[in-house]
């Protein structure tokens, strides 16, 4: 089987260890969605003790076709509002959840 032959669907980059994996997955993000053979999209994850790292992104760090999700759950242990998240960082209920509803439909997970 040649690189040709598997089919490229989404990515998920899951940040959880620190904030400045959040900085690291943006970036790393950036270089993947430019090859149309790693992915047809990315899901950057953001959890645990990498959830501060949400406060500092902007729409102008998200390269097309990539997605920032918070995990509601790590933001009420951090004491970080909806409020206080940009507008370009999708909230959803549990991180864990999504990536596990992710998985479930063929993307492929990194843990960074």
Same mark, same amino acid.
């Given at each position: 089987?040649? +690189?040709?032959?598997?089919?490229?669907?989404?990515?998920?980059?899951? #940040?959880?260890? /620190?904030?400045?994996?959040?900085?690291?997955?943006?970036?790393?993000?950036?270089?993947?969605?430019?090859? !149309? &053979?790693? #992915? /047809?999209?990315?899901?950057?994850?953001?959890?645990? /003790?990498?959830? !501060?790292?949400?406060?500092?992104?902007?729409? /102008?760090?998200?390269?097309?076709?990539?997605?920032?999700? &918070?995990? #509601?759950? +790590?933001?009420?242990?951090?004491?970080?509002?909806?409020?206080?998240? !940009? #507008?370009?960082?999708?909230?959803? !209920?549990?991180?864990?959840?999504?990536? +596990?509803?992710?998985?479930?439909?063929? +993307?492929?997970?990194?843990?960074?």
């Amino acid at each position: 089987m040649s +690189a040709d032959d598997v089919e490229v669907g989404p990515l998920i980059l899951h #940040a959880s260890d /620190s904030p400045e994996d959040v900085r690291r997955a943006l970036r790393l993000s950036g270089e993947i969605i430019r090859d !149309p &053979a790693c #992915a /047809s999209e990315i899901h950057i994850v953001v959890n645990h /003790s990498a959830i !501060p790292g949400i406060l500092d992104v902007s729409q /102008s760090q998200i390269p097309q076709g990539v997605t920032v999700h &918070a995990c #509601a759950t +790590a933001m009420r242990g951090h004491r970080i509002g909806r409020q206080d998240v !940009p #507008a370009c960082v999708d909230v959803v !209920p549990s991180g864990i959840v999504f990536i +596990a509803q992710q998985q479930s439909g063929d +993307a492929w997970y990194i843990r960074l």
